[in-house]
T-cell receptor, first 115, second 117 residues
Framework: AQSVTQLDSHVSVSEGTPVLLRCNYS??????LFWYVQHPNKGLQLLLKYTSAATLVKGINGFEAEFKKSETSFHLTKPSAHMSDAAEYFCVVSDRNTGFQKLVFGTGTRLLVSP | GAVVSQHPSRVICKSGTSVKIECRSL??????MFWYRQFPKQSLMLMAT?????????EQGVEKDKFLINHASLTLSTLTVTSAHPEDSSFYICSAQQGGVVTDTQYFGPGTRLTVL
């Protein structure tokens, strides 16, 4: 069965510094991988997704993630954090075994951005 | 585009009563809708998958008689929590998959916070 491990429950950065949110996955088949962001009292918003095309995926708001099969990783990065980036981030995997319908969520990483 | 709404956003009910939560895809047709549950400071857990016009598929451990799901149209799915108890208090989130293509993105609603007294 597929699974996702988000290595950090909390990440704190200063505004203007780089962001790195780590994610490792496990999947028996070629996976699809996603990063979603959840702001308080708002719905989950898709940041980016990887579906077996280019390994470096660019998303919204300056975020990007790189699929590394050899490391089974899909880390999320952003060159310069903004105060508005403070939120909960979820790494998500799905695969062909479940028809790509079942999304398996990681436990989430809370990003804190200080002035 | 691809907006999903949920109603109500918050609901408080007494133990033993039933609560219905609606999930609507506002600007697209959703052949498949999903219901998730999120406990405080925890991740989302898939409860069930519903396809328009057919019975929902429930994940292991989810009581189908307690969490009734109806997907009567391509834009509306409902989750009814029957005979609610305090342990059912949680954040319920729906998502909708556009067009029924299984590799398509799921678009999420803003969630409904249920508190059972």
């Amino acid at each position: 069965a597929q699974s996702v491990t988000q290595l950090d429950s909390h990440v704190s950065v200063s505004e203007g510094t780089p962001v790195l949110l780590r994610c490792n996955y496990s999947s028996s088949y070629s996976p699809s991988l996603f990063w979603y962001v959840q702001h308080p009292n708002k719905g989950l918003q898709l940041l980016l997704k990887y579906t077996s095309a280019a390994t470096l995926v660019k998303g919204i708001n300056g975020f990007e993630a790189e699929f590394k099969k050899s490391e089974t990783s899909f880390h999320l990065t952003k060159p310069s954090a903004h105060m508005s980036d403070a939120a909960e981030y979820f790494c998500v995997v799905s695969d062909r075994n479940t028809g790509f319908q079942k999304l398996v969520f990681g436990t989430g990483t809370r990003l804190l951005v200080s002035p | 585009g691809a907006v999903v709404s949920q109603h109500p956003s918050r609901v408080i009910c007494k133990s033993g009563t039933s609560v219905k939560i609606e999930c609507r895809s506002l600007d697209f047709q959703a052949t498949t809708m999903f219901w998730y549950r999120q406990f405080p400071k925890q991740s989302l857990m898939l409860m069930a998958t519903s396809n328009e016009g057919s019975k929902a598929t429930y994940e292991q451990g989810v009581e189908k008689d307690k969490f009734l799901i109806n997907h009567a149209s391509l834009t509306l799915s409902t989750l009814t929590v029957t005979s609610a108890h305090p342990e059912d208090s949680s954040f319920y989130i729906c998502s909708a998959q556009q067009g029924g293509v299984v590799t398509d993105t799921q678009y999420f609603g803003p969630g409904t916070r249920l508190t059972v007294l």
